[in-house]
């Protein structure tokens, strides 16, 4: 006999996933692929989804004078004041991005670069969509601006390369068993990621030189 008792293991608390619809453009397709992959993470069963638009957001491109990775209180616009505090709660975050002439949308630099604290020792991921590239221009170059930020971005991702074949009208995926996999694949990472920080968040907070 075991000289420990069992105790069977608790349920891990769900982490918080900050969805970011990355796209103000009119006419703009990232509120379907979002919605498409909120649907995935609510269903995988380890995260509380929420949606963040930044259509709805007051996103000015004049940043203050002591950036935010120097101010540990920046601030900020009244406007702003809902999704810092969304972006300072979630666990982990997923971009929704298109690229625009082989980067990121502005509104997307601009919430990153009004935020510091907010994104440092979680992981990040990544949805990408557009013509040719299916965001991965964007992807690789957010993938850098994050790591300056001391975040973590995971390794798998979600690409729709010409988009507009891949959704029927209602917005749903004509073939969804591939996209669906890469989902998976790369919430996992975040389910593993996002707890482990978590935990060392609460018992060892970050600090950076």
Known sequence: ???????????????RLAIVIGSVRDGRFGPVVARWFAGHAESHGRFDVDVIDLA?????????????????????????????RRLAEADAVVVVTPDYNRSFPASLKALIDWHYTEWRA???????????SGGLLAVEQLKQVFGELHAH???????????????DEDG????????????????????????????????RPYATR
């Open 172 to 203: 749903n995926l004509k073939d969804p068993a591939e996209p669906g996999a890469a989902a998976e694949a790369m919430l996992d990472q975040l389910d593993w990621w996002g707890s482990v920080l978590r935990d060392a968040r609460r018992d």
């Open 56 to 84: 709805g957001t007051e996103l000015p491109l004049a940043l203050p004078a002591v950036p935010p990775a120097m101010d540990p209180e920046p601030a900020r616009p009244a406007g702003m004041a809902d999704v810092s």
């Open 1 to 15: 006999m075991s000289a420990h008792p069992i105790h069977p293991a608790q349920p891990a608390q769900p982490l």
């Open 153 to 167: 971005t995971v390794r798998d991702y979600v690409s729709f390369p010409r988009y507009y074949l891949l959704f």
């Open 122 to 132: 979680k992981p990040v991921g990544f949805v990408g969509y557009s013509g040719a």
